[in-house]
């Protein structure tokens, strides 16, 4: 590509007003099209909008648009093909697509400008750019929880203990516990839609802050773009980066859920639990360790979160102080975004691969279930229902727990003359009714484990997100009506 001639104060956009050239440190400092290249389609496609606007209101002339488009269509190719040089005396991305396009356009490309400002441009582009990851990374989200339903299906009468304070509480069943974490990502994906109605108003026709004198139609660049309006103060449009910050704590959120899950496979698959094994495809070794293998992929999701609640406060801290109504310091919020957007877009695919190759260790998980006191609270319930009021009922089971751990028995394997310690009215041969199974079985109210009401509720959920019946058989219609057994 042929070299540019020396820019001069008066060649830049805004150099009438300057007496000398811009030095060449502000000019490494103040650039952007370092990172902001990557707006390059954005900006082009609002730049279509805008210019079959302008042919529209009579601004320009139906010969000056079309070489108008053809330019810009040369320019993206140039921008797809990495043949733009990057030049920082031309700041931006903006006005690096401005260049070009006159380069390819002649005298028609000096028009773009018309009735714009590089405010409600970048603001503009900022919109198009975050409707467009959140929706492919809704699509992301999407194929996580549909492993995550198949998964849990495939899972769905393994029975598990389930903890709080990382201590064992109550069983619950493999498709409960994958259940739990496609509801923290339905809501993750609900949020996500809900970015697209944050950035759902087209900004451009703001100008700088108070619009423009010249006849613009604002509402046909927004039912060209696929906005669902338009913005309706200039003032607060061209320094508004709310739908950024929507963003960026929808993002923030599904990390925090992504990276929980990958802390708890990561203690899970260790050799004192043992109760989740990742294939050896998604695991890496140790450089002086021979007999290691390391869950990285989970660790760095679990790492990675920071970065994402970092771009969040940052640009929580660069807006707190920004008096209406454009500032330079909003050039500030593009690397923190685009880093959120690749970190997230990489956290879900490597959950997905992990979610699709783990296996539960369940020789391990019966081991365990076979040590435990999970069925207690179950006691305590059968309690009530002789007319025991539930706090003296806890404290009965709780009595009873401690003498089955003192004389190393199971709560499943306790006498009735043992029960009668501490209830005279268990009835004969209960302790053997009690089985994490039937635990799991008898909790069939709405969100509860029961193997039916879990069915249930992935059914719903697969409809909700695919439009479509899931690919295993419908569960039962009245799902209270099994399980209540022990």
Known sequence: MSGNPKETAS??????????STDKDVEGFTESISFDRRLFREDIRGSRAHVRMLARVGLLTPEERDQILQGLDRVEEEFAAGQ????PDWEDVHMHVEKRLVHHAGPAG???????????????????????AADRLTGE?????????????DYRALILPAYTHTQQAQPVSGGYYFGAYAERLLRDRKRLQGVLDSAGLCPLGSGALAGTTLPIDREFVAAELGFSGVTRNGLDTVGDRDFVADFLHALSLLMVHLSGWAEEWILWSTREFGMVRLPDRLL??????PQKKNPDILELVRGKAGRVFGGYTGLLVLLKGLPLSYNR????DKEALFDAVDTVAGSLLMMRLAVDGMSFETARIEEILGKTELLATDIAEDLVRLGVPFREAHAIVGRIVAHAAKNSCRLEELPDSDLALFFDRFPRGYASTLSPGGSVARRSHTGGPAPETVLQRFHEIWQEIFRTSPPWSPPPSSPGESGRGR
Do not use: C
């Not at 890496?284 to 360790?289: A, D, E, K, P, V």
């Not at 310091?329 to 500030?332: A, G, I, S």
């Open 141 to 153: 989200l999407d194929r996580l929880l549909e492993a995550t339903l198949r998964k849990g299906y």
């Open 84 to 87: 733009v040089e990057l030049r």
């Open 284 to 289: 890496t070794g140790s450089s002086m360790m």
């Open 11 to 20: 060649s830049k956009p805004w150099g009438g007003r300057f007496a000398e």
């Open 110 to 132: 000096l028009k773009i400008h018309t009735a714009r400002s590089r405010n409600d441009q970048v603001a503009l582009d900022l919109r198009l750019f975050v409707r467009a």
């Open 329 to 332: 310091d909003l050039q500030e």
